[in-house]
C-alpha cells in the first residue's frame, strides 16, 4: 500500500508542475526568438571641420557621407584644382569624388561614418551632343551600388555641378548606348539610399 501510494502522490505532483506551467504562459518552442538588432552606438554627429587646414589654396566642402543606413553630410577640407582644361563644374565634381573614395577621417569613422565610393570611380565631363550639366561616370550609374550613388547625387547636388533645377545629370561612358538621367537629392534619398539607382529619370 505504500508503493501504491508514493506513485499516486509522484503522479499528481508531476501534474501540478505541469499546470502551473501552463497557467504562467510557459511553452517549449524550437524556434529561436529574433530580438532585434543591437542598438547602434553611432552618434552620426558630424566633426568639426578642420578649419586650421582652411588657407593656402585649399577650401571647405560639404559631402555625403553613410551612417546608420543613411546618407548625412559633414564637411571636409581639400586643396582647390589645378585643373585649367577642364570646365568649372568638371573641376568640382572631380574634387568632390576624390573626397567621396578617401577613407573617413578617425573623427568620422568614430561617429559612425563610411562610405561606399570606391576608388576605381572617375568621372568626366558631357560627350558629344549631350547637355552642357551631364557628366559620365565611368560605368553606367544603374551598375554602381545605390549608396555610392546617392552619396555622389547628394553631394554634387548643391554645387555648381548641379543643374539650374538642382538635378545631377549622370550617364555612363558610352554615349551611344549610355542614357543620360538625371537624379534628385531627395529628402527620401537621404533617409533610404537604396532608392537611388532606381530613382534617375530618363533625359531626353
Known amino acids: 500500500m505504500s508503493a501504491r501510494w508514493t506513485r499516486s502522490a509522484a503522479l499528481l505532483l508531476t501534474g501540478a508542475v505541469a499546470l ?26 558630424a566633426p568639426e571641420s578642420e578649419r586650421a587646414a582652411e588657407g593656402m589654396g585649399r577650401v571647405s566642402v560639404r559631402i555625403y557621407l553613410l551612417c546608420s543606413s543613411r546618407i548625412l553630410s559633414v ?37 559612425g561614418f563610411s562610405t561606399a565610393v570606391e ?12 547637355p552642357d550639366s551631364a557628366l559620365r561616370l565611368n560605368r553606367p550609374p544603374e551598375e554602381i551600388q545605390s549608396l555610392a550613388l546617392a552619396q555622389i ?14 538635378k545631377v545629370v549622370l550617364g555612363g561612358p558610352d554615349s551611344q548606348r549610355d542614357p543620360l538621367k538625371a537624379y534628385q537629392c531627395t529628402e527620401e534619398m537621404r533617409r533610404n539610399p537604396m532608392i537611388a539607382v532606381n530613382s534617375g529619370v530618363l533625359v531626353s
Do not use: H, N, Y
Not at 511553452?27 to 547602434?40: E, F, L, Q, Y
Not at 576608388?119 to 549631350?130: T, V
Open 75 to 111: 564637411s571636409r577640407t581639400t586643396r582647390q584644382g589645378d585643373e585649367k582644361t577642364s570646365r568649372e563644374p568638371v573641376r568640382v565634381a572631380r574634387a568632390l569624388l576624390e573626397q567621396l573614395r578617401l577613407p573617413p577621417s578617425a573623427a568620422e569613422v568614430s561617429a
Open 20 to 45: 502551473l506551467a501552463a497557467g504562467c504562459g510557459i511553452r517549449g518552442t524550437s524556434v529561436p526568438v529574433d530580438a532585434g538588432a543591437a542598438p547602434s552606438r553611432a552618434s552620426c554627429r
Open 153 to 166: 547625387v547628394c553631394t554634387f547636388a548643391d554645387t555648381t555641378v548641379a543643374g539650374d533645377d538642382g
Open 119 to 130: 576608388d576605381w570611380m572617375e568621372i568626366s565631363g558631357p560627350a558629344k551632343g549631350d
